[in-house]
């Protein structure tokens, strides 16, 4: 079983509006992180929010929010005001156990999210 | 600047050939990953190492190598072993355990590498 799945290949979305990218993970480790990653066309992986399981609130990084429903295990992305730089594919994560040492991370499939003017 | 550099940008291997990737980071991160994306695809884990002079193999290890000799440096072997190594391949390290944040992957700008 897929350990972290992106039902959207695409979306598309109007500049200035905000747009939801979804992401809904399986484990059943208690201790565990939630990461989205932003792809561009160049390649590099640009970490944009974390979330961690025993956070109380949804992570905010400027635009970015995490949307964190853990009874539904899903963690997604919105994005407020688009903007033509946010054309890319964005990447869901997930690290599972991590107290006790270094963990890995299970990554999406990713959506490619299109910005138009 | 702080940060992660992989080189070349672009590799060409002909069959039967083992190339290695260079990953350096000034970050002052204990821990480093590679990984291998293909078209259409996320990432997936080949070998991460947490100290210097240790390292664990990943999800796809077969057909590579790597070294952990200094704290900078992670260098990825692609050896003839690997029947299919074209790819995007990407270095990350990350501060090290403890508070979650530093787990937090920081990735470098990715080596293409086409078989010829």
């Known amino acids: 079983a897929q350990k972290i799945t992106q039902t959207q290949p695409g979306m598309f979305v109007q500049e200035k509006e905000a747009v939801t990218l979804d992401c809904t993970y399986d484990?059943?480790?208690?201790?565990?992180?939630l990461f989205w990653y932003k792809q561009p066309s160049s390649g590099e992986m640009i970490f944009l929010i974390y979330q961690g399981s025993y956070d109380q609130q949804n992570a905010t990084e400027g635009r970015y929010s995490l949307n964190f429903q853990k009874a539904r295990k899903s963690a997604n992305l919105v994005i407020s005001a688009s903007q033509l730089g946010d054309s890319a594919m964005y990447f869901c994560?997930?690290?599972?156990?991590?107290?006790?040492?270094?963990?890995?991370?299970?990554f999406g499939k990713g959506t490619m999210l299109l910005v138009s003017p | 600047d702080g940060g992660i550099t992989q080189s070349p940008k672009y590799l060409f291997r002909k069959e039967g050939q083992n190339v290695t990737l260079s990953c350096e980071q000034n970050?002052?991160?204990?821990?480093m990953y590679w990984y291998r994306q293909d078209p259409g695809q996320g990432l997936r884990l080949i070998y991460y190492s947490q100290i210097v002079n240790d390292f664990q193999k990943g999800d796809i290890a077969e057909g590579y190598s790597v070294s952990r000799e200094k704290k900078e440096s992670f260098p990825l072997t692609v050896t003839s072993a690997q029947k299919n190594p074209t790819a995007f391949y990407l270095c990350a390290s990350s501060p090290g355990v403890g508070d979650p944040y530093q787990e937090t992957q920081y990735f470098g700008p990715g080596t293409r590498l086409l078989v010829l």
């Open positions: 994560a997930m690290r599972e156990g991590g107290d006790s040492g270094y963990s890995t991370l299970t």
């Open positions: 484990t059943s480790d208690p201790s565990y992180g």
């Open positions: 970050l002052n991160h204990d821990a």
